[in-house]
């Protein structure tokens, strides 16, 4: 699976941004698909994710309510809407498929065995 990520940029606090993350090779359906980010001197994070076959989301509490992950069947392509974004959400944001479930506890690193490339967000106060 190859995966390319799209859609960062800098925004001012309040504003939204859309992540894409498009795949070839494979069709995402029995995958879990995940958002992640790393800011500067962190760890990576979980952020979303999506398994459609399962027909589970999630999102951490940091964005719940902020951030939708949604799924273009069509064009084999996974979203991350972004509202309301924080200072706190500046990030490298990376998308990642693997094989496991989509649940709290489960958006962990070492899960995903595929990974885009970053695309950075910059919110700016």
């Known amino acids: 699976v190859q995966l390319q990520a799209s859609g960062g940029g800098s925004v001012q606090a309040g504003g939204s941004l859309r992540l894409s993350c498009t795949a070839s090779?494979?069709?995402?359906?029995?995958?879990?698909i995940g958002w992640f980010r790393q800011a500067p001197g962190k760890e990576r994070e979980g952020v979303s994710c999506i398994k459609i076959s399962e027909g589970t989301t999630y999102y951490e509490d940091s964005v719940w309510g902020r951030f939708t992950i949604s799924r273009d069947n069509a064009d084999n392509t996974v979203y991350l809407r972004m509202n309301n974004l924080k200072p706190e959400d500046t990030a490298v944001y990376y998308c990642a498929v693997g094989s496991n479930s989509c649940y709290r506890g489960l958006v962990l690193p070492p899960l995903y065995n595929w990974w885009g490339q970053g695309t950075l967000v910059t919110v700016s106060s």
């Open positions: 090779g494979d069709n995402l359906y029995y995958y879990t």
